[in-house]
C-alpha cells in the first residue's frame, strides 16, 4: 500500500524541479493535496497544490478520464494566469516534476500559487445570518462582497465561468478578498471537457443547469452562485432546511425597505431559470449599489455614541446638544491655537516662490532634505506648496482638555490643493516602465497604486489607452484623484521628493481655517423658517461637515442630495495658510501619527484625514478615524503632499 493512502504524498523538504521546497502539508481532498511551499530563489511563501496519485489511480483503466482530469488541471493553471486583479489569487507556476517515494519515481503534476495567510470568506459570515443587523449586511457587502463581485467580473472579461465559487474559494489576505480554486473554470475560449452526465461543483452553490450539464453553464451559473452566498450571509450558515439545492432563494424574514430590496435582488440572482436570472455579475453590483446609495445612512459617532440619520426633531436637538458640548469644550483651546499658529509664523503672504524639481531616483530616505525657506514652494507638475508653521500643540481628547496630551510639529510645505486627475496622469506617464495595467489595476511590483474605471456611474477620470494614460475629459483635469491606494500616494509623493502628511500635521493645517469658514456657503439660511433656531444651527452644522444629505420627512424642499462627483480642487476659499478644502472635498490619505518612520521598528500605519469615515475636526477636538489598508482604493478618498521645512537658523 502507498504511503499516499495514510499520509501527505510529499514530504516535508522535497523540492520540485530545484525550486519549491515543500513546508507542510496544509489539505487534502477528493482530487488533490495542497501545500505550503518555499520558493527558494526568492525565498518567499507559496502554495503548491498538486493531483492526488490515489485518485488518478483510482481512474485506472479509464485513460479518456484522467487525461480529462489532467486537462482540466492545465486549464486551472491557465486561467488564473490570464488575470491580473488585486482579488484573484496569482499563480506563479505549473508543471510536471520527478519524485522519489520509496525506491519508486513518480511523476507529480503540479501548480504554484500566491500563498495568502488568512481565513476563508466564512470567517466574516456570522452563524446567524445579517438579517438581524441591517447596518453590519451594508458592511459586509461593501467590505467583501462588492470587491468579491469585481474580482469574478475580471474573470467574466476574460470569457471565463469559475463555476465553482464558494465562500471556502474566497481567502482573505488582511481583510482583502481573493478568489482561488479555478479547477472548474470554463468558457468560450476553451472546449467543453465534462460529458453532461457528470456532475462537477458544490451542490449547495450550484445553478441548476450546471447540475445538468457543466459544459453549457455560462457566465449566469456564476451569478447564481454568488446570489446563494448573500443569501446565506443574510439568513446564517445553510443547513437542509434551507440551503434549498438547485432551487431559487428568498429572505425568510425582510421586515425593511432595505432588506426587502436586497430579497428582490437574491430572488432574482437565484431564479433557476437562467434567462429569469440577473444577467451579469456586473448588473448585480449595479443593484447592490443602487440598493446601499438608496439606504445610505450615515451615521455620526461621537464620545461612544452612534447617531443615526435624524428623522425627528427630538434626534436633531440630541445631535446639536451633544455637538454643542464638544464645541463649547474647545472653544478656548482653537482661540489659543489660531492665536499660537500667528505667533510662529507669517502664513503664505509676502516672501519668495521656490520651484522644485522632481526627484526620480531618491530614496525614500532622502525624504525632507533641500527645502526652502520660503512661503510657497511649486512643484515641477503644478502642486503648490504652502508653509505651515512648526510649534507646540495641545491636542484634545473626545473629552476637550481633560484628555489633552502635547504634540510637536515641525515646520512644513502641505499641498494647497489635493493632488489632481492631470497632475497623477502626468506622473504614471514619466514612470510607465516601472508599472502594470491589468484589469484596471495600475500596479508597481506587488502594490496596486490605482484603480481606473467608474469610481462613480457615468465618471470615468483616467484612461489607458496605446500604452499612455490620459484625462478623459479636459472637465476632469482639475478634479481631485480619487481611487488611489495609499502606496499610489506614497509613490507620487516619493518621486516629487515629499511625503504624505501626519494627522498631526493635518490637525495644525486644518485648525488655521477661519477665513475658509467666513467665506464658506451660509448652508443654514435655505432651511426653512418653520425650523426652530436650534435646529436650524444643528442641520446648518450637520450639513458642513457632510453627514446629511437630507433632515426629516419634510427636508427635500431645502437639501439635495449632494454630486458624486468631486468638487474642482480651487474650489474652496484657502485657510488662513492658503490650504484648500481640508476636510471639505474628499478623504486624504495620511500616516498615523508616530508610526512615520519606514524602516524602523514600527512601520507606517495609514488612515484617511477628513470625511465621517476617516480623522476630523469637531471644533478643535481631533477625532481619529480607523487604520486603513494602504492597498485599498476608494471612491472617495485622494491625497495631498507634503515637504518637511528647514529655515535658516534651524527654525523649529
Known amino acids: ?176 478578498p481573493k478568489i482561488m480554486d479555478f479547477g472548474l473554470a470554463g468558457g468560450i475560449r476553451w472546449s467543453s471537457l465534462t460529458k453532461s452526465h457528470h456532475v462537477e461543483g458544490t ?162 530616505s532622502k525624504q525632507g532634505e533641500g527645502t526652502f525657506p520660503a512661503s510657497q514652494v511649486i512643484e515641477e507638475d503644478g502642486v503648490t506648496l504652502r508653509i505651515v508653521p512648526g510649534g507646540e500643540l495641545t491636542v484634545p481628547g473626545l473629552g476637550g482638555a481633560a484628555g489633552a496630551s502635547p504634540a510637536r510639529v515641525f515646520p512644513l510645505y502641505m499641498a494647497e490643493t489635493e493632488v489632481t486627475n492631470g497632475q497623477y496622469v502626468r506622473f504614471l506617464n514619466r514612470v510607465l516602465s516601472r508599472i502594470s495595467v491589468a484589469d484596471e489595476a495600475v500596479k508597481s511590483g506587488g502594490s496596486v497604486w490605482l484603480i481606473l474605471g467608474e469610481p462613480f456611474g457615468g465618471y470615468e477620470p483616467i484612461v489607458f489607452r496605446d500604452g499612455r494614460f490620459s484625462v478623459k475629459d479636459p472637465r476632469y483635469d482639475a478634479l481631485p484623484v480619487t481611487r488611489v491606494t495609499a502606496q499610489g500616494a506614497q509613490a507620487y509623493a516619493r518621486f516629487y521628493g515629499a511625503r504624505l502628511p501626519t494627522e498631526i500635521e493635518w490637525y495644525r493645517a486644518a485648525l488655521s481655517d477661519k477665513r475658509a469658514r467666513s467665506e464658506a456657503p451660509d448652508r443654514a439660511k435655505d432651511i426653512p423658517e418653520t425650523h426652530s433656531e436650534l435646529e436650524r444651527e444643528m442641520i446648518g452644522l450637520v450639513e458642513a461637515y457632510g453627514v446629511l444629505d437630507k433632515v426629516g420627512a419634510d427636508a427635500s424642499g431645502y437639501s439635495a442630495r449632494p454630486s458624486r462627483i468631486p468638487y474642482t480642487v480651487s474650489e474652496f476659499a484657502p485657510n488662513d495658510y492658503g490650504i484648500r478644502g481640508l476636510s471639505a472635498n474628499i478623504g486624504e490619505w495620511g500616516i498615523r501619527s508616530g508610526t512615520e518612520r519606514e524602516g524602523h521598528a514600527t512601520a507606517p500605519k495609514f488612515v484617511i484625514l477628513g470625511g465621517m469615515d476617516g480623522t476630523w475636526l469637531l471644533g478643535s477636538t481631533l477625532i481619529r478615524g480607523p487604520e486603513q489598508n494602504p492597498n485599498e482604493a476608494l471612491a472617495w478618498v485622494g491625497f495631498r503632499i507634503v515637504k518637511d521645512a528647514n529655515p535658516p537658523g534651524g527654525g523649529e
Not at 29 to 43: C, F, P, S
Request: glycine share 8%; charged share 25%.
Open 1 to 176: 500500500m502507498s504511503s499516499c493512502e495514510t499520509s501527505p504524498c510529499l514530504k516535508e523538504g522535497t523540492v520540485l524541479n530545484a525550486k519549491w521546497e515543500i513546508v507542510e502539508h496544509i489539505a487534502t481532498g477528493g482530487k488533490g493535496e495542497v501545500y505550503r511551499a518555499r520558493q527558494t530563489n526568492l525565498d518567499r511563501d507559496v502554495v503548491v497544490k498538486t493531483i492526488s496519485r490515489e485518485y488518478l489511480a483510482d481512474l485506472e483503466g479509464d485513460d479518456e478520464y484522467i487525461q480529462t482530469e489532467l486537462q482540466r488541471f492545465h486549464r486551472e493553471a491557465l486561467a488564473m494566469a490570464s488575470i491580473r486583479h488585486p482579488y484573484i489569487v496569482q499563480v506563479y507556476d505549473q508543471d510536471e516534476a520527478m519524485v522519489i517515494e520509496d525506491g519508486v519515481e513518480h511523476s507529480v503534476q503540479y501548480l504554484v500559487m500566491e500563498y495568502v495567510d488568512g481565513p476563508s470568506l466564512r470567517s466574516t459570515m456570522p452563524q446567524e445570518g445579517f438579517c438581524s443587523d441591517e447596518q453590519q449586511a451594508k458592511d459586509w457587502i461593501r467590505a467583501y462582497f462588492l470587491r468579491i463581485l469585481d474580482g469574478v467580473q475580471a474573470v467574466h472579461d476574460l470569457g471565463i465561468v469559475h463555476r465553482d465559487i464558494k465562500p471556502e474559494n474566497v481567502l482573505l489576505e488582511n481583510g482583502t
Open 203 to 364: 451542490i449547495t452553490y450550484m445553478a441548476p443547469e450546471q447540475f445538468m450539464d457543466l459544459g453549457e453553464t455560462d457566465a449566469r451559473g456564476d451569478v447564481y452562485a454568488l446570489g446563494k452566498i448573500l443569501y446565506e450571509a443574510a439568513i446564517g450558515k445553510m443547513n437542509k432546511k434551507t440551503a434549498f439545492p438547485l432551487k431559487g432563494v428568498s429572505l425568510p424574514s425582510a421586515g425593511t425597505p432595505f432588506l426587502k430590496g436586497l430579497d428582490l435582488i437574491i430572488r432574482e440572482a437565484t431564479a433557476e431559470e437562467a434567462e429569469e436570472r440577473i444577467p451579469s455579475v456586473k448588473k448585480l453590483k449595479e443593484r447592490l449599489e443602487q440598493l446601499l446609495a438608496d439606504f445610505d445612512e450615515s451615521r455620526l459617532h461621537i464620545l461612544g455614541l452612534t447617531l443615526p440619520r435624524p428623522g425627528t426633531k427630538l434626534v436633531v436637538v440630541v445631535m446639536a446638544l451633544v455637538i454643542g458640548v464638544i464645541i463649547a469644550s474647545n472653544w478656548a483651546h482653537h482661540a489659543i491655537m489660531v492665536r499660537q499658529a500667528g505667533e510662529h509664523g507669517e502664513g503664505p503672504e509676502g516672501a519668495s516662490t521656490i520651484v522644485s524639481r522632481a526627484r526620480d531616483s531618491e530614496p525614500a
